[in-house]
């Protein structure tokens, strides 16, 4: 290991992780125990709980029980507005939202999700602030990753992560990486947890280059997240106030440099510190709203100051008149400056926790593996016993004493006999053990961790015999999602904290406007943008603040993606009950198309957009029409 780098503070930290990480050794070890039942370990654990020796026969059941629960469709925003005001805003935050779930590897990380939180009993997303993302315009985005729960390690005795005074998160990485991020050399360090890169917590890769990076984020004393991180025994990050926005200055002369810069371009001194900044200053002109609904226009820049300005001679010297007064000059007081707004600070864990379900004294919810984990072992030891029944059973020939057979390549065999009786005696016995039973049992078993799970044969596209009907089927698989309900609530109530939290960390660094696209509510395409000052007020005491006063939920009515046949189907079926209104009438129609289009079905935009040219061409034709009829009218009662 490397030289202590970070003095106390270092030890610290290392010795709360230690204390931590030992009062969850316990989960810790359950973890592995349930990854490996999952991918079908042959081990046969005893009445203590031990492996006691393998299987060699294996229906993994858990794996299979496992898939069959897998959802892969990705929860979508939705956003409200306590105010009417703010609905426009809400729309902006919605459609940004969902332009993030594109382009972030959302289908990755939920397919990811959709196994580990049934297996441990849940897992955590982690949102950063990624200043390698960026555009031609703009710089920097948001980043999620999904985080194994061997991957966090909370503080011990507290269920829930916003109340915990820090919680560490474990990541493997490079040491080259640690040193471009973090200007950090940790060459000399060794990987302190290589298990946390793998997902079953055993891997037999070893390198020299692979690092642990041990992140811990707590509460500072003003109610802030603070940062500590260090690998082995250096310290390489230490941020009593994480989220705050910081500028780098050159410690020599005070000039504002980039983070890129290494040499100040004013001094050339290569020593810079960084400095929290309370304010931002404004890059553009903005329009912010005041309180009792207003509009208030911001400029960019403050107006220059002009006044008297005292006349000094060459020495520096106030100059006077004849009288002895001061002589002074119409002049630039103060030089116009950037307008500066106050910033926006998170103050809230950036790991968010999705549980499988409910478990009372715990972080993690209760997993699926340990429900079913004793019907699995039985299976495997009545595999094992069938299997030995079976290998053991066999066939057996009786023959006379002293008879022999000749032994040839021939097809038909010689037995020679010495008088007709022995015939009698040549015989096969074919032994084979009774398993119905344990096969019986064997499903006893399988059933009964399906029941304890709640999936049936209807809902894992079986042959279900208890449900003639397609209607029948469609009411199993109905009642089976309904016992598996309270999974996709945590689901939803997971990402309803993510969304609120990208949106949040959107207030905090997003600078510059990011560009939008929604359908409105009759299918058209709109763009927009979501500049983060559209939501800076200012109150009735005219102190400026950040607007973020906003319900975040899950829209469940477009979570359909794996049913889209069944939408199309339906709304077809409304059209032609009337339901849209007349369907010979052209606007119904395009209401029509236009609601096929957000439900994605096949060149629905461009059928909408030729009713809509046909529309405009047959009120063109009737104006023209109408036109006529009027002309000759007039022409008429004038002869």
Known sequence: MGNNKGGSNLKKWQDRLRNNRSEYENELNKMAERDALYNGTKQISGIDGKATKKSNYVRNIVGEIIEAEVDSSIPLPKVSAKRPE????????????????????????????????????????????????????????????????????????????????????????????????????????????????????????????????????????NGGIGVYRWVGDTEVQSLPDYFARRLKYCKKCGNIVTEDERICPVCESRVFEHRIQETTQLDRDIDIEINGGQREYISQMTAPVYGDIPVTDETGAEMFDEFGNAMTEYGIIEEARPN??????????????????????????????????????????????????????????????????????????????????????????????????????????????RETIGITDSFQGRKDSTAQSGAAKQFAAAQTAGRLESKRVMKQAAYQELFEMMFKFMLAYADEPRATKRQNPIGDIEYGMFDRYNFLERDAAGELYWNDDFLFSVDTTNNNAQNREALWNSTKEAYQSGAFGDPANIDTRILYWATLERYHYPNAGNIKQNLKEQKEQQEAQSNEMQALQSGNGTSLTTA
């Open 340 to 449: 500066e707004v106050p910033i926006y600070k998170l103050t809230q864990y950036p790991v968010i926790l999705r549980r499988n379900i409910s478990k009372s004294g715990a972080l993690l919810g209760g997993s699926d593996v340990d429900s079913i984990k004793d019907q699995q072992e039985m299976i495997k030891k009545l595999g094992d016993k069938m299997q030995e029944k079976l290998l053991k059973g066999g066939s057996y020939v009786t023959f006379p004493v002293g008879v022999n057979t000749r032994k040839s390549d021939e097809e038909l065999k010689v037995i020679e006999l010495e008088d007709p009786s022995q015939k009698q005696m040549i015989d096969v016995l074919n032994i084979q053990a009774n398993i119905s039973n344990d096969m019986a049992f064997m499903d006893v078993a399988y059933q009964a961790a």
């Open 86 to 221: 703010d609905e426009d805003r809400a729309m902006t935050i919605e459609a940004f939202l969902r332009n993030e779930l594109d382009y972030l590897p959302f289908e990755k990380i939920n397919d990811m999700d959709e196994r580990t939180t049934p297996i441990q009993g849940g897992d955590f997303f982690l949102v950063e602030w990624d200043n390698d993302r960026h555009t031609h315009d703009t710089v920097g985005g948001l980043k999620v990753s999904l985080l194994h729960p061997r991957q966090v390690i909370p503080q011990a005795g507290v269920n829930n992560i916003q109340d915990m005074d820090y919680i560490f998160v474990l990541t493997g990485t490079t040491k080259k990486e640690i040193k471009r991020r973090y200007n950090v050399d940790v060459f000399s360090e060794d990987e302190e947890f290589p298990e946390v890169r793998s997902g079953d917590g055993d891997t037999d890769i070893t390198s020299n280059e692979l690092v642990t990076l041990v992140t811990a984020y707590y509460k500072n004393k």
